[in-house]
């Protein structure tokens, strides 16, 4: 398979985006609806913000744009059904680029990369850590120590989810040494978020868009956010960045986009490019959306998409290696780890 590192990756898909269609109406006129597979149960990150922008897309291609929960295996069935559908253009999928790009790395979908789609990003994403507003944690200080010391349970999404990863980036930065830390795992974000909230579990490491409405209801206590820099969420005080606590605590973004699968005809891409750079780039919905959650506004495609996207994508392929969890060497879907 031809190797993706940062560079070579983005000279190899220069090559294959197509030109934007010319001003006066999209090159691609679809004929029947177009489904997005949300490989998530409804209500987490993903669906969110697909189902802020599908009606963008509905109104600029005028068909309808129907967003399709099918979640399971940490996103990858409903990733997989996207993957086996025809190349015609009509089957898309949304996700965070990480986990399409890594999949094969875990073992979970057979040989695919970020190869396989052409890319639209939409938004950045922080993993936020919570804890419901019963447990005895104040600060994040205090949940590190009683990981350290007790059983502390863990409401995610999966290994493979913004949490998961998050909760495996906390316990290598406190140099695995949290083992009373006890990942409990859902269909999606949004229910591993109810459970942190109703007291199912005692906190929760998944994004804070999908915390943000349980935490101004006063149900979740905010400890911090994987970034360097503080969160900002209408209504509530900043939530202190992971490195006050872990300095060396290593932050790459995490994108999130919708992925059109390549193969179609080239004017399926020519007209979703334009109506990205038109519609979606400006769109006042989705940035009103970015500002609500506590999201970053950062819409982009083709050529700066994966720019933007190969810091987390190298990032969450190679911990995996460092963890013991690669069933394939990354170097394989053409990932080069720093330390390899």
């Not at 609806?33 to 998530?40: G, L, Q, R, Y």
């Not at 990150?45 to 967003?67: F, K």
């Not at 060396?248 to 193969?263: E, Q, S, W």
Request: aromatic residues 6%; proline residues 6%.
């Amino acid at each position: 398979m031809k190797r993706l590192t940062c560079t070579a990756s983005l000279l190899a898909l220069a090559m294959t985006w197509p030109a934007i269609a010319q001003e006066g109406g999209n090159s691609w006129q679809p004929d029947r609806p177009i489904n997005i597979i949300v490989p998530w149960s409804a209500g987490g990150s993903t669906d969110q913000v697909t189902r802020v922008v599908a009606p963008i897309l509905e109104e600029a291609l005028g068909t309808e744009v129907v967003v399709v929960n099918q979640p399971g295996a940490s996103g990858s069935i409903g990733t997989k059904a996207a993957l086996d559908a025809p190349r015609d253009g009509y089957t898309w999928t949304a996700n965070a680029i990480a986990n399409n790009a890594t999949y094969t790395v875990t073992g979970l979908i057979d040989d695919t990369s970020i190869n396989d789609y052409h890319i639209y990003l939409h938004v950045a994403n922080v993993p936020m850590v919570s804890a419901n507003v019963n447990t005895s944690y104040q600060t994040f200080p205090d949940l590190l120590e009683a990981m350290k010391t007790g059983s502390v349970t863990v409401g995610t999404a999966g290994v493979n989810s913004s949490g998961g990863m998050a909760l495996a980036a906390i316990r290598e930065g406190a140099h695995d040494e949290l083992a009373g830390a006890r990942m409990i795992t859902y269909d999606g974000g949004n229910p591993a978020v109810i459970a942190a909230a109703g007291g199912e579990v005692d906190i929760t490491t998944q994004l804070a868009v999908e915390q943000s409405e349980m935490v101004r209801a006063g149900r979740l206590r905010p400890l911090t956010v994987l970034s360097d820099t503080p969160l900002e969420l209408e209504g509530i005080d900043p939530v202190p960045p992971i490195t006050d606590f872990m300095p060396d605590f290593a932050v790459a973004a995490d994108y999130f986009g919708v992925f059109i699968p390549v193969g179609a005809p080239a004017e399926v891409y020519e007209t979703v490019d334009r109506i990205w750079e038109e519609k979606v780039m400006n769109s006042q919905a989705l940035k009103d959306y970015a500002t609500e959650r506590g999201a970053v506004f950062a819409p982009s495609y083709g050529d700066l998409a994966l720019e933007r996207a190969m810091p987390v994508v190298i990032a969450e392929a190679c911990s995996r290696v460092g963890r013991g969890e690669a069933v394939v060497d990354p170097s394989e879907i053409g990932i080069d780890c720093p330390s390899q």
